[in-house]
């Protein structure tokens, strides 16, 4: 079984801060991977993908990959009350196969 | 928006009856995937398919029945539902145009069986 695992949380920040959501993926051969936002109630939303090692900044967000150690971040600069929500880390595995998604970590961000 | 929507958006059903829910797209993408969410299991692969008439099970496919007749239209059953199966339903599609697997999801169904 090719698993993706997050810290459940939550994961609780100060306005203003830097939010950092961790995902580790067991399947070596992984190609892409996906950061999705999901408010309370709501569906789950794309916000963030990542292909190669390295940083790749959208805004206030970062997505930081690094193969070797099979790890993807999601950073979250000046957070907001507004980026309180789950957030969903997906990977592509090798094959032809759907993605697999992480249970998602909720963060809060206090005023 | 990905020009997903789902009917119904909420349905409460008795154990035993069949259910359906329906998925509908309107920008001719291949993939299409449902899933079911509930508390402490994240979002969980049920069925998916590939193209008109071609699907195959998720992680969770028992008690589940798909049909795609349509490139537009993904149809759910639970063909005798339980209580085990009240969740929220989500489907999804990949769209594959841009060389990736991103996928989007509709705005779910909420499934109370009683």
């Known amino acids: 079984q090719k698993e993706v695992e997050q810290n459940s949380g939550p994961l609780s920040v100060p306005e203003g801060a830097i939010a950092s959501l961790n995902c580790t993926y067991s399947?070596?051969?992984?190609?892409?991977f996906f950061w999705y936002r999901q408010y309370s109630g709501k569906s789950p939303e794309l916000i963030m993908f990542?292909?190669?090692?390295g940083d790749k900044e959208d805004g206030r967000f970062t997505a930081q990959l690094n193969k070797a150690s099979q790890y993807v971040s999601l950073l979250i600069r000046d957070s907001q009350p507004s980026d309180s929500a789950t957030y969903l880390c997906?990977?592509?595995?090798?094959?032809?196969?759907?993605?697999?998604f992480g249970k998602g970590t909720r963060l809060s961000v206090i005023a | 928006d990905a020009g997903i929507t789902q009917s119904p958006r909420h349905k409460v059903t008795e154990t035993g009856t069949p259910v359906t829910l329906r998925c509908h797209q309107t920008e001719n993408h291949r993939y299409m995937y449902w899933y079911r969410q509930d508390p402490g299991h994240g979002l969980r692969l049920i069925h998916y398919s590939y193209g008109v008439k071609d699907t195959d099970k998720g992680e969770v496919s028992d008690g589940y029945s798909v049909s795609r007749s349509k490139t537009e239209d993904f149809l759910l059953t639970l063909e005798s539902a339980t209580s085990s199966q009240t969740s929220v339903y989500f489907c999804?599609?990949?769209?594959?145009?841009?060389?990736?697997?991103?996928?989007?999801f509709g705005p779910g169904t909420r499934l109370t069986v009683t």
């Open positions: 990542i292909y190669s090692n």
């Open positions: 997906a990977v592509e595995n090798s094959g032809n196969t759907p993605l697999v």
């Open positions: 399947d070596r051969g992984s190609q892409s």
């Open positions: 999804a599609i990949s769209d594959t145009r841009q060389g990736g697997k991103a996928q989007y």
